[in-house]
C-alpha cells in the first residue's frame, strides 16, 4: 500500500500555471505506474495524464501540449505542471498509483482543489 498526498492546487485565473505535486510514502513509486485524474462538480471522474515505471507518457486529448507529468523517484513524487490554463481545467485533481496500469489504480490520493477563472 502506497499512501498519497496532493498539493499546490489553488485559485488562477485563465492562462496562468500551477504545479501539482504529489507526496507519496509507505512503498517507492518506482515500482508503480502513476497518474493524475480529475473529478470537475457533477462529472465523472476524468483521466488526466499517466507515467509509466519506464517514463512513458500519456495525456488526455484536453490537456496534451499544456500540462507535464513528471516523477521523481529518488524523492517519491508525482508533479503535473499546468500551463495555459482554462475554466474547463476546475476540478479535484487526484493522484493515483498502481502496480500495472492495463489493471487499474489501487492507490489514491485525497485530490486538490484546481479553481481556474476565466
Known amino acids: 500500500q502506497v499512501h498519497l498526498v496532493e498539493s499546490g492546487g489553488g485559485l488562477v485565473q485563465a492562462g496562468d500555471s500551477l504545479r501539482l505535486s504529489c507526496a507519496a510514502s509507505g512503498r517507492t513509486i518506482s515500482n508503480y505506474d502513476m497518474a493524475w485524474f480529475r473529478q470537475a462538480p457533477g462529472k465523472a471522474s476524468e483521466f488526466v495524464a499517466s507515467i509509466t515505471k519506464g517514463t512513458s507518457t500519456d495525456y488526455s486529448d484536453s490537456v496534451k501540449g499544456r500540462f507535464t507529468i513528471s516523477r521523481d523517484n529518488a524523492k517519491n513524487t508525482l508533479s503535473l505542471q499546468m500551463n495555459s490554463l482554462k475554466p474547463d481545467d476546475t476540478a479535484i485533481y487526484s493522484c493515483?498509483?498502481?502496480?500495472?496500469?492495463?489493471?487499474?489504480?489501487?492507490?489514491w490520493g485525497q485530490g486538490t482543489q484546481v479553481t481556474v477563472s476565466s
Open positions: 493515483a498509483a498502481g502496480r500495472n496500469r492495463i489493471y487499474g489504480y489501487e492507490n
